[in-house]
T-cell receptor, first 113, second 113 residues
Framework: GESVGLHLPTLSVQEGDNSIINCAYS??????FIWYKQESGKGPQFIID?????DKRQGQRVTVLLNKTVKHLSLQIAATQPGDSAVYFC????????????FGKGTTLSVSS | KAGVTQTPRYLIKTRGQQVTLSCSPI?????VSWYQQTPGQGLQFLFE???????NKGNFPGRFSGRQFSNSRSEMNVSTLELGDSALYLC????????????FGPGTRLLVL
């Protein structure tokens, strides 16, 4: 079936390093993608989104790259901080008539100082 | 502006009971989506309401239902609870368009004994 997945369930980095979290999606018709961060005991927090007519979008310390040829999405976090430790999810929009997001299973990012 | 609020935050029920969860979207947001999050299945879309109408529905049994009120507040109901319904139930709101950013609430943690 259609799904959005992440390549690695866990990622451990040192404070100050750059982090890259990857995601593969399977629905070539999806045209909106979002990265969320979820800390323990909280709901997912929006990080950054990208539409399919773009291949790169930058935010504050974060960059999302979209490669439609291989259906790949990545989140880059610059100068990773301990506060970035969380579970990161990618999601794709499933239905143009609504807001039914399909989520990947998540990557747990651990940042050590 | 206040974020998405969900009540109650924690709930313990026994098998066979029913439960009602509430979600208040961000002021001005008219679309509310519900998701179930479990360690095994991850984040899964339940349904979406817009202007008091269910616009999308995920692949869940009929025991899961919802509604939306004229002030955009939404409730979801689970009848005849099963152990497998133990999960974090999240709601998210957007203004109206299908590609608007979804903002999540903190969730309601439901434990079925």
């Amino acid at each position: 079936g259609e799904s959005v997945g992440l390549h690695l369930p866990t990622l451990s980095v040192q404070e100050g390093d750059n982090s890259i979290i990857n995601c593969a999606y399977s629905n070539s018709a999806s045209d909106y993608f979002i990265w969320y961060k979820q800390e323990s005991g909280k709901g997912p927090q929006f990080i950054i989104d990208i539409r399919s007519n773009m291949d790169k979008r930058q935010g504050q310390r974060v960059t999302v790259l979209l490669n439609k040829t291989v259906k790949h999405l990545s989140l880059q976090i610059a100068a990773t901080q301990p506060g970035d430790s969380a579970v990161y999810f990618c999601a794709e929009l499933f239905n143009q008539a609504g807001t039914a997001l399909i989520f990947g299973k998540g990557t747990t990012l651990s940042v050590s100082s | 502006k206040a974020g998405v609020t969900q009540t109650p935050r924690y709930l313990i029920k026994t098998r066979g009971q029913q439960v009602t969860l509430s979600c208040s979207p961000i002021s001005g947001h008219r679309s509310v989506s519900w998701y179930q999050q479990t360690p095994g299945q991850g984040l899964q879309f339940l349904f979406e309401y817009f202007s008091e109408t269910q616009r999308n529905k995920g692949n869940f049994p009929g025991r899961f239902s919802g509604r939306q009120f004229s002030n955009s507040r939404s409730e979801m109901n689970v009848s005849t609870l099963e152990l497998g319904d133990s999960a974090l139930y999240l709601c998210a709101s957007t203004r109206d368009a299908s590609q608007e950013t979804q903002y999540f609430g903190p969730g309601t943690r439901l434990l079925v004994l």
